[in-house]
């Protein structure tokens, strides 16, 4: 009886062992950063994942990858722009525009209160055309006056004298009032947004005044032309039938209203 016994118990344990859980009841130990899982690949071997820098960082010393505190490099975009920039200044071009020749002022502190420039500019050329002496303003004004060179006044005097060569230049940025009037209103001029044009050289020599060109048979068509054309780039333009300040000269100033450009 007793081999019986022994013999059964042996049968049902095998029985037990062939017919076993598919899933082990042991808990599945827990990855403390030492154990990688294995992975089984198609031929059949067995390999171990490389570990990612950041968690071989974290395993090994306790702390993950610290973040830079330096900013990003900047864009291809950016630096082509920039690069643009100094490449432009070098060739003499302000207020971002090759065809404005001068040079960067700054601030320009006025005397008085009202006066002054923020970011001044100090003119010698726009569009190829040169002032007779270099004027200061702000970078709207020097566009503004490239403008009306480029589209009006060479335009007005291609066919006299070979061109227009110089603009004559009578006033630019000056810390006073409007007029000269004591107790007047900042004028435009001291503001930096203003220029008086009292000439223009041609490329033979001679020179068209504001003063007799208005009225002479031969240059009045192209002065009144210039005049015109002012009038939308600039805000304020005064010429000589504005009142008696004005007869030898262009006023220009980049005042804005809300009715439009005021042209006299």
């Known amino acids: 009886m007793k081999g019986w016994a022994v013999l059964s ?4 344990g095998q029985m037990a062992l062939a017919a076993g859980p598919d899933r082990s009841q042991r808990p599945v130990p ?4 030492d154990t ?6 198609p031929s059949g071997a067995i390999e171990q994942p490389k570990r990612d820098p950041a968690a071989r960082a974290a395993a090994e010393g306790g702390q993950g990858m610290k973040s830079s505190l330096r900013p990003s490099l900047r864009s291809r975009k950016a630096e082509k722009a920039a690069r643009a920039r100094q490449q432009m200044r070098a060739k003499g071009a302000v207020c971002g525009d090759l065809a404005i020749q001068g040079a960067q002022v700054g601030r ?11 970011n ?8 190829g055309i040169k002032l007779s002496n270099s004027a200061v303003m702000d970078c709207t004004t020097a566009k503004a006056l490239d403008t009306w060179v480029r589209q009006s006044a060479v335009p007005a005097l291609a066919g006299q004298g070979g061109g227009l060569k110089q603009l004559r230049v009578a006033a630019h940025y000056a810390c006073r009032t409007r ?7 900042i004028s435009e001029h001291g503001k930096g947004r203003a220029i008086d044009i009292s ?9 068209i005044t504001v003063l007799k060109g208005w009225r002479a048979r031969r240059s009045s068509e192209a002065m009144r032309r210039m005049h015109r054309g002012a009038c939308g780039p600039f805000g304020t333009v005064l010429g000589p039938e504005s009142d008696r ?14 009715s439009g450009s005021y042209c006299r």
């Open 199 to 207: 000439g223009f050289e041609l490329a033979d020599g001679s020179t």
């Open 245 to 258: 300040f004005h007869q030898d000269h262009f006023h220009f100033d980049t005042a804005r209203y809300r």
């Open 108 to 118: 320009v502190p006025g005397k008085i209160s009202g006066c002054g420039i923020e």
């Open 9 to 12: 118990l042996i049968v049902l």
């Open 36 to 41: 990688l899982p294995v992975i089984v690949v």
């Open 30 to 33: 827990r990855d403390n950063g």
């Open 120 to 127: 001044a500019v100090k003119i010698r050329s726009v569009s």
């Open 179 to 185: 007029n000269n009037r004591k107790g007047g209103k």
